[in-house]
């Protein structure tokens, strides 16, 4: 493996915590393995969900608006932004701490990110994508009336507010981002997926609609020509059969393996399903590039090729 790899990394909003206190201790333990990647002579730009967050910031000011006259409720993209501003500002703040305490001095930015999607994206024909705070049925039908959202019943739980999930075509600050990563920055970019925008004229249009982290950190990737994408999860490697006795932990696959597992059903929607069709996404887009999947604590160990899996174009 040669030096100066570079390397997108997409890390999990869930890994982030619940509130602004949780995440500030999480993210201590978070910038470890991300300076240990770039101690190692790696190039990387971070990535990042926002699940957990935005949804705080949405029923916040949702709450808000609901008890007061003189408080606006905030539009959806709005709320993307606030998260990305403070989930940036813990990330940066830790990482370069930890930079700092190895004796490496190196420049952490935030780049609030707006991702440009398709406004004929047939996500938006039907939204997918819950959000923000469960209600009963009858709350629930108030909310559709009056503010014309698309609210399911969630497994059980009660009704939620369910927002479309588009695919992201271009991220509408890569050129900031090449110009950091050019100069030697650590940057942080396309946080939560990116502020979902669609194009008008010279208009960037924010949209209510929330990008999957691992599709907007793919992309990334391929835009700035990266060598590895990294999709962090729970576990250090991908399995088909999981939770069964004949379980299988998988070192490498092949796009056409990949496809194969995705077809027979191995993999849950929402959970490991879109991070490996990501992963496909970055290894197909040119020969050589590879995808890996693995946990946070093991990202310097499977760059090195020790643990997780692997996703490549044989």
């Known amino acids: 493996m040669k030096l100066k790899d570079k390397i997108v990394v997409a890390l999990g ?21 991300i300076v240990d990647l770039i101690e190692a002579g790696h190039e990387v730009i971070l990535a990042h969900g926002n699940g957990p967050q935005v949804g705080m910031i949405n029923l916040a000011m949702s709450t808000s608006a609901a008890s007061s006259a003189n408080t606006p409720e905030m539009p959806f993209p709005e709320c993307g932004a606030m998260s990305q501003g403070y989930i940036g500002f813990h990330l940066q703040n830790a990482i370069r701490e930890e930079l700092l305490s190895r004796g490496m001095e190196m420049p952490v930015a935030t780049v609030i990110t707006q991702v440009i999607v398709d406004k004929e994206d ?5 939204p997918t994508k819950p959000i923000g705070a469960f209600y009963s049925e009858e709350e629930a039908k ?20 369910v927002v479309p999930s588009p695919q992201p075509i271009d991220v509408a600050e890569k050129e900031t981002v090449k110009a950091l990563v050019k100069h030697g920055h ?14 008008e004229g010279h208009r960037l249009i924010g949209i209510p609609a929330v990008i999957d982290k691992d599709f907007a950190s793919a992309k990334l990737a391929e835009i700035l020509d990266a060598d590895y994408l990294i999709i962090l999860t729970a576990v250090d490697k991908v399995a088909i059969n999981y939770g069964k006795p004949d379980v299988k932990w998988l070192s490498e696959l092949s796009l056409e393996e990949a496809f194969k597992y995705i077809e027979e059903g191995h ?20 020969k ?14 499977g760059i090195e090729g020790l643990t997780g899996t692997v996703i490549v174009d044989r």
């Open 186 to 199: 650590v940057v942080i970019t396309v946080g939560g997926g990116g502020i979902p925008v669609v194009a």
């Open 122 to 126: 047939p996500a938006f024909k039907k």
């Open 142 to 161: 108030k909310i559709m009336a009056e503010k014309g959202h698309t609210m399911v019943e969630d497994s059980g739980r009660g009704w939620r507010r």
């Open 13 to 33: 909003g869930n890994a982030l915590g619940n509130s602004p206190e949780e995440q500030l201790e999480l993210v201590k333990h978070t910038a470890k393995p």
């Open 267 to 286: 993999f849950a929607p929402g959970s490991m399903l879109p991070k490996v069709q990501a992963a496909i996404k970055f290894a197909e887009s040119k």
């Open 288 to 301: 050589g590039r590879k995808a890996l999947i693995t946990s946070l604590e093991k990202a310097k160990e």
